[in-house]
């Protein structure tokens, strides 16, 4: 009964050798079958930044929630998602409320503080001459003191009103500019130039104040948020050096510390950090990062995402041994842009086919 199992095992390392080094003896190309036009590399070591990475996100220098400040219409609508604007670019137009009319009630309102003040200067002229002529009179005793008095009281009189149109035009002039800065929230304009990230408002609808209405990115630097364990606190302070993986772009950034909280969440024992991107590329907010410490550097083997043939689970590249193609099974581990590091299965300076591995054959000839 026992003589199964050791059966079965040996007939296990009969296919595996029979597979040979290859484990494609299914493809195997014809003999002496030559294949031209393949590029062909060196496998050569590449040095990297060691370290921990930690999972974080991109966003803007800065991101702005536009709001209505007054009720009414949308009459028209400027911009369109993802479009770029400058400071100061008119987004939107919002008609059909109260701020219209009431600018011109505060308009016919100082134009009527003007006309009674002009009578106010009027009359105070007139009475100030009268008081003239009554105190020349009063100086040669043909005016009684009581008569005298009497006009000097229309003449104090005179002033006051005058006094009070002028502050009424101060007072209707202060309301017009009010109304002109409640309608000038009607034109919704860009405070920085930016990005438009979300229209959160459609032309013809209706607002109300503090209704959302766009959602703008500033232009500047990317910045990468990331919480850090509070292990790492003492190792960094601004400006400390930062690699940050963009997988989905396919890209590695350099980057440093701009903003630092050094308090530390007691629930998750992190701290926040946001590291800027050392590009002037704008790089689409919200996407996957990771982030990695500067420290020792590291070396890796590290060979074309397209040197990889893959076959079920399994990853092979293609090697030139003495100008015969040779398949390998190979083991692969991080990810560095487009290219990916080779664990196992590849060796230093050995040649290896890195376009063109469609067309390769485990067992045919290399040729120019």
Not at 41 to 54: R, W
Not at 58 to 73: C, H, K, V, Y
Not at 360 to 366: F, I, L, S, T, Y
Request: aromatic share 4%; with cysteine.
């Amino acid at each position: 009964m026992n003589r199964w199992p050791a059966f079965g095992i040996a007939f296990f390392m009969l296919m595996l050798f029979g597979c040979g080094e290859t484990g494609d003896r299914s493809i195997a190309s014809p003999a002496g079958e030559a294949i031209t036009g393949l590029t062909l590399a060196k496998a050569d070591v590449t040095p990297l930044a060691a370290g921990e990475a930690y999972v974080a996100t991109l966003e803007s220098p800065d991101r702005a929630t536009l709001a209505a400040r007054l009720d009414g219409r949308v009459a028209r609508l400027m911009v369109r998602a993802g479009e770029r604007v400058e400071e100061g670019q008119l987004l939107a137009v919002i008609a059909d409320h109260g701020a219209a009319e009431g600018r011109r009630e505060a308009e016919g309102a100082l134009t009527e503080a003007r006309k009674a003040a002009a009578a106010a200067e009027a009359r105070l002229r007139l009475t100030e001459q009268t008081e003239a002529r009554y105190r020349r009179l009063f100086e040669r005793e043909a005016l009684t003191a009581q008569e005298f008095d009497k006009v000097r009281a229309e003449l104090e009189e005179a002033r006051q009103l005058e006094a009070a149109a002028q502050a009424a035009i101060a007072r209707a002039a202060a309301a017009r500019d009010g109304a002109d800065v409640t309608l000038g929230h009607s034109r919704i304009k860009a405070p920085y130039a930016g990005v438009v990230v979300a229209l959160l408002i459609k032309e013809g609808g209706t607002v109300f104040p503090g209704a959302p209405l766009f959602t703008l990115d500033r232009v500047g630097r990317t910045l990468a948020r990331v919480d850090l364990p509070e292990s790492l606190a003492a190792r960094i302070a601004l400006g400390s050096a930062f690699t940050v993986e963009i997988p989905a772009l396919g890209r590695e950034v350099a980057g440093s510390v701009r903003e630092l909280i050094p308090a530390a969440d007691p629930a998750s024992r992190t701290f926040q950090v946001k590291i800027e991107l050392a590009t002037d590329e704008p790089l689409p907010a919200g996407l996957f990062a990771r982030v990695r410490p500067h420290g020792d550097d590291t070396v890796a083997l590290l060979v074309p995402r397209a040197a990889l043939v893959r076959r079920g689970q399994l990853d092979g590249i293609y090697v030139v041994e003495e100008g015969i193609l040779r398949y390998r099974l190979a083991r692969t581990g991080r990810v560095v842009g487009d290219q990916v590091e080779i664990l196992s299965g590849l060796r230093t300076g050995e040649t290896l086919v890195v376009k063109g591995v469609a067309r390769a054959k485990h067992g045919a000839r290399v040729e120019d």
